[in-house]
């Protein structure tokens, strides 16, 4: 099943200010099913899908591996052959009221012989999840910013310089007629690395706009 498209509404029905600082985990067993829970940070999609091939690998013999991430633009709930909308998408759902941001949310199930209704199943990998946060640790998230910019060659190295000792993370670099940076660091440093990089480079650095 293909990961259920992030929409505005999802993405903004609680503003998201929390975060994960380590794993937890919980497990239920209802009418002979096992339902086993992991709650995690994780930056994005690619990133959740390798975790979820990892619970494929230690668990060979699930039944199903469901999951919800919530990431911002790259959030995801997959039902992973569970009937529609009674395993992922509530799972997203908690996550959205509890205000978390970059957070996996996973459940493997192994059958046990009793079908569950839909309704059953809802509350299953909803309660299976509500469980893993209520021991998670919980940590504030910084709002994210991310950067583009253009400059001169001669100019890389040191601007490179500037954004580590700024603690930004440099996502990408293209090489073309000029450098072109992209760069991630928290939203209230922004505006005084733009200061700083406007004050002592030459007039020769131009922000640009995100790409679309």
């Known amino acids: 099943m293909r990961p259920a498209p992030d929409t505005p509404t999802a993405r903004h029905a ?3 200010c929390h975060t994960l600082a380590a794993p937890a985990h919980s497990e239920l067993i209802i009418k002979k099913s096992r339902f086993i829970g992991c709650v995690q940070p994780m930056a994005d999609r690619a990133s959740a899908q390798a975790a979820v091939a990892a ?6 013999g699930a039944t199903h591996v469901c999951w919800a991430l919530r990431a911002g633009g790259q959030s995801a709930a997959v039902d992973d052959g569970e009937p529609g909308g009674t395993a992922g998408r509530p799972m997203l759902q ?3 009221h509890q205000a978390l941001d970059a957070v996996l949310a996973s459940v493997v199930r192994y059958f046990g012989g009793v079908k569950l209704g839909a309704g ?3 509350r299953a990998y909803t309660d299976t999840i509500a469980q893993a946060l209520r021991n998670a640790p919980k940590v504030s998230l910084q709002p994210m910013q991310t950067l583009h910019c253009q400059l001169p060659y001669a100019l890389e190295g040191w601007l490179r310089r500037e954004i580590e000792a700024a603690g930004a993370q440099l996502l990408a670099v293209q090489h073309g007629a000029r450098v072109t ?3 991630r ?3 209230a440093q922004a505006a005084r690395l733009m200061q700083r990089v406007n004050d002592n480079g030459q007039g020769l650095v131009q922000w640009c706009p995100a790409p679309h």
């Not at 619970?55 to 060979?60: A, D, E, F, S, V």
């Open 120 to 122: 059953a199943l809802l």
């Open 185 to 187: 660091l928290p939203q």
């Open 181 to 183: 940076l992209q760069l």
């Open 94 to 96: 908690v996550l959205q």
């Open 14 to 16: 609680l503003a998201a």
């Open 55 to 60: 619970l494929w690998r230690q668990h060979p």
